[in-house]
């Protein structure tokens, strides 16, 4: 792109959806909402006169690390996500439906269906009611309310160690407890 007395490259590609760029004489160009006749307008910014050269080239620079970024954006996309997005938007009422509608909602399942599923958790069940009533706690805070071994010791006022600890001791106990059962 070259001028008569303004030469310079643009670093930044020329966008037409991004709302600044330089044209092709050098000059730095935005768009402008103009209320008066309800449409963009563009203003030009000319070299020498608006602007100095350094702005001109910081500007562009600007725009330049913007198109990095939003090509960086795109590549990161997720594209079946943003593909049921498209295919989802407003109907000709303009009725838009919530996204979180529209996933399917797992059900809770319940002891029942686990025992339907494996015998095993009933042998488990039977188990656990020869547990001490903290050993229970700890295994229904772990494992029932999904919660970190270190958010528990924090809670119990003792070391993430300690609760290692136990909890290792309590399927130790288990899974004796288990194999008694299968033996018996």
């Keep these: 792109m070259t001028s008569k007395d303004n030469q310079y490259e643009r670093k930044a590609p020329y966008n037409p959806d991004r709302q600044t760029f330089v044209d092709a004489d050098g000059n730095y160009v935005y768009r402008v ?70 996933l399917p909602q797992c059900r809770q399942r319940s002891f029942e269906d686990a025992l339907r599923e494996d015998p095993r958790v009933g042998q488990l069940l039977l188990a656990m009611e020869q547990l001490t009533p903290d050993q229970v706690d700890l295994i229904y805070a772990i494992y029932g309310e999904m919660k970190f071994g270190a958010d528990v010791a924090r809670e119990q006022g003792v070391s993430r160690q300690a609760i290692n600890n136990r909890l290792k001791k309590i399927h130790t106990r288990l899974a004796k407890l288990m194999a008694e059962m299968d033996e018996g």
């Design 33 to 102: 909402w103009d209320e008066e006749n309800r449409c963009y307008r563009l203003e030009v910014c000319v070299v020498g006169e608006s602007i100095s050269p350094e702005i001109r080239s910081l500007l562009d620079e600007m725009d330049a690390e913007e198109e990095r970024r939003l090509d960086a954006d795109s590549h990161h996309m997720d594209k079946v996500f943003d593909g049921k997005k498209q295919a989802h938007s407003a109907d000709k009422s303009g009725h838009t439906p919530n996204p979180m509608d529209l």
